[in-house]
């Protein structure tokens, strides 16, 4: 069952259950939750449950989880709230909840007064420390402080915390009452009493060891000459995964339970401390492992695991070596500039400039002036003499994006620059001669842009010598969940949010999206989701993907009959409407052809001179 721990001012903390679907939260006595001294309104808030989730929302702009502003905010375990001068804690399940400390009992007549712990003394312990927890301080940090406060309050001169390594104990902090560490600390642990702990997982006070029939016995506790001792179990779901040790060797009687009742709350921080100090050394056990991973996934500054990027990789370290034009084709933001830049520091011209222009965005009217240069007065506005892109790429790479847009009138002179390494700059008579290697990229279909007389056919060639064909990312399914860790652990580090990956439902999103804008599109949107997103968890909705715009699967037998009736229609097409010569390249019955004619409400051409076909 959730519940909230209420933390409000000169009050003990009080676990609640959260049994309804919405519990309100105010000053007034008609709130689930009434607390009418904490600077509250009437009704200051609400927790909403939705489905398996809760969902926490201020009334007023004063609400802030886990030190942030928010007016709406999904609750995990450990999150704190605070609104007026109330603090709510979220726990998941009650179980988790700590058990708040009571007023612990004077000690007997003659017995130290140390033990007297008052209970808003170790309520502030306890805040002090979930302060110190939320500010991000070091574990080493946080587990001293759980000592120091544990042997203050119980009046202890010494504690440990013990944790089991291949279920032996293990000293991995040890403080005494000067908050020194103390040296040869496993030697000062009584073996008997760990082991006790250990076997039944639960916790043990000791009044005292020396004059007790049960560990009198125990060599450990005679040679350490132990009186008072307590010792508490640190379970994770059920796990023992160590425990924390008191003992007073002067004093006995010392610890009752009280003090027991001190010493379990710090014990529940100290697991949580733990569990999460493992999760992080986890974390980053598996970005290590990542980013080695990555590393052999690379080519260059390109991620790719899929085998046809693994074909792509081979293609260009072929043709990097081989000074021959290059052809980059593929959809928009698939990354073919990256590419021509592997190419070219691949190659021999590696030490030479790669100077890119695109031929796109640059008006007709200037586009020759930037390709070959121009001299002074060669146009309204040359006032001095100038050096094309051709002439900077010399000794090196010139890359010519979006080749498919430059203008016919251009395409002969640079044909002309390209056939005999040579060019005229815009208004002189002198050739320059140059030696360029060039890559050309386009999302367009050449040989389309060749039939309908948008591209000469001669240029074409000379272009693609060589061509290299990227995917869009669609058909990069193995590469897609690579890619977009990738650019999350990047953008992550450099906008410092602690992004720790994405959900499930996200993951599925990101596979059923068809990506038109392909890697580009999908690095600007994780980088928008490291911005804006309040989990750290990315969701479909922080990447901006909605249900309307994944991709429909089919069932096999729906697929079956779309491709059917798609191919079906586009032979047709090929053989002009000819039901019969469509029937046979297809290796079906004439009839069948009809059928899917009728079927689909397309209109019967008529077949050699017939106005229609009779069937039996």
């Given at each position: ?9 000169d009050?003990p ?9 919405v ?9 689930d939750?009434?607390v ?8 200051h ?6 489905g398996?989730?809760f969902v926490?929302?201020g009334?007023?702009r ?7 502003r928010?007016?709406r905010?999904?609750l ?6 605070r609104?007026g001068?109330?603090e709510?804690?979220f726990?998941a399940?009650?179980?988790?909840v700590?058990k708040?400390?009571p ?9 130290p007064q140390a033990?007297?712990?008052e209970?808003?003394?170790a309520?502030?312990r306890v ?5 110190k927890?939320?500010?991000?301080a ?8 759980i000592?120091d ?10 504690g440990f915390?013990?944790?089991?390594e291949?279920?032996?104990?293990v000293?991995?902090a ?9 040296q ?12 006790r702990?250990?076997?039944?997982k ?8 020396l004059?007790?029939?049960?560990w ?5 506790v005679?040679?350490?000459?132990l009186?008072s001792?307590?010792c ?5 779901r059920e796990?023992?995964k160590?425990l924390?040790?008191?003992?007073n060797?002067?004093?006995t009687?010392?610890f ?13 921080q100290a ?11 986890e ?7 990542l980013?080695?991973?990555l590393?052999?996934l690379?080519?260059g500054?390109i991620?790719?695991?899929c085998?046809s ?8 370290r072929k043709?990097?070596t081989?000074?021959v034009?290059v052809?980059?084709?593929?959809e928009?933001g698939?990354g073919k500039e ?8 691949n190659?021999r ?7 890119v222009?695109?031929?796109g ?9 930037e390709l ?13 003499d100038?050096?094309g892109?051709?002439?900077a790429a ?10 498919g847009?430059?203008?016919m009138a ?6 002309r620059?390209l056939?005999e ?6 208004g002189?008579t002198?050739?320059e001669?140059v ?11 050449l040989e ?10 001669d240029l ?7 061509n290299?064909?990227?995917p ?5 399914a ?5 890619l977009a860790k990738?650019?999350?652990?990047r953008?992550?580090e ?6 720790k ?8 999103a990101m596979?059923?999206?068809?990506w038109?804008?392909?890697?580009r599109?999908?690095e600007n949107?994780?980088?928008k ?13 922080d ?10 699967i089919l069932s096999?037998a ?5 491709f059917?009736?798609?191919y079906?229609n586009k032979?047709?097409e090929?053989?002009?409407g000819n039901?019969?010569?469509t ?13 899917h004619l009728e ?11 017939v106005?229609?076909?009779e069937l039996d």
């Open positions: 069952m959730p519940s909230v721990l209420l933390k409000a001012p009050r903390p009080k676990p609640v259950r959260l049994i309804r679907p519990t309100t939260i105010g000053s007034s006595g008609d709130n939750i009434h009418d001294d904490a600077g509250l309104e009437p009704t808030a609400q927790i909403l449950r939705e398996a989730e926490v929302v009334m007023l004063d609400m802030t989880v886990n030190g942030r928010e007016k905010a999904k995990s375990t450990g999150d704190v709230v609104f001068n109330l709510l804690v726990y399940n009650d179980a988790d700590p708040p400390p007023v612990m009992r004077p000690a007997p007549a003659g017995q033990v007297t712990v209970v808003v003394s309520y502030k805040h002090e420390f979930s302060m927890l939320l500010t991000g070091s574990t080493e940090t946080l587990v001293e402080t000592l406060s544990i042997v203050e309050l119980t009046g202890a001169d010494k915390l013990v944790l089991l291949d279920d032996s104990p000293v991995r040890a403080r005494n009452l000067e908050k020194g560490n103390i040869r600390s496993l030697e000062q642990l009584s073996d008997s009493i760990v082991r702990v250990v076997e039944t639960k916790p043990l006070i000791v009044a005292d060891a004059a007790d029939e049960e009198s016995a125990s060599e450990s005679v040679s350490l000459k009186h001792v307590m508490c179990p640190l379970m994770e796990e023992l160590g924390l040790y008191v003992g060797n002067r004093v009687n010392l009752d339970d009280a003090a027991l009742d001190v010493m379990n709350v710090f014990a529940a697991s949580l401390l733990l569990s999460q100090a493992r999760r992080i050394d974390l980053a056990k598996e970005k290590d492992a980013e080695e991973k590393e052999g690379k080519f500054s991620v790719g695991a085998d990027m693994k074909e792509v990789f081979k293609r260009v043709v990097a081989a000074d034009s052809l980059i084709t593929g928009t698939t990256l590419i021509a830049r592997e190419i070219h520091e190659s011209r590696a030490k030479g400039p790669f100077i222009i695109n031929c965005a640059i008006p007709e009217n200037l586009l020759e002036s070959f240069g121009h001299v002074r007065g060669a146009f309204t506005g040359a006032v001095v100038k050096i892109r051709f002439q010399n000794g090196g790479t010139l890359f010519l994006d979006e080749i847009e430059m203008p251009l395409q002969v002179k640079l044909l620059a056939q390494h040579m060019v005229i700059r815009v002189g002198n050739s001669k030696d360029i290697r060039v890559v050309a990229a386009t999302n367009r279909v389309r842009e060749i039939k309908e007389g948008r591209f000469r056919e074409y060639y000379r272009l693609n010598v060589v290299v064909g990227l869009p990312l669609r058909e990069r193995d590469d897609l969940d690579i990738y650019f999350l652990v953008e992550s450099s906008m410092a949010r602690n992004m990956g994405f959900t499930k439902s996200c993951l599925v596979r059923k999206y068809r038109p804008g392909n890697v599109e999908l949107r994780i980088k989701a490291v911005v804006l997103a309040e989990r750290p968890l990315i969701t479909a909705d990447l901006d993907i909605q249900e309307s715009d994944v991709e429909e096999l729906d697929a079956k009959e779309r059917q009736t798609r079906i032979v047709l090929l053989n002009g039901r019969t010569k029937a046979r390249d297809l290796g079906v019955d004439p009839r069948t052809i009809f059928r079927k689909t409400g397309s209109p019967i051409p008529p077949e050699d001179g106005a229609g076909l």
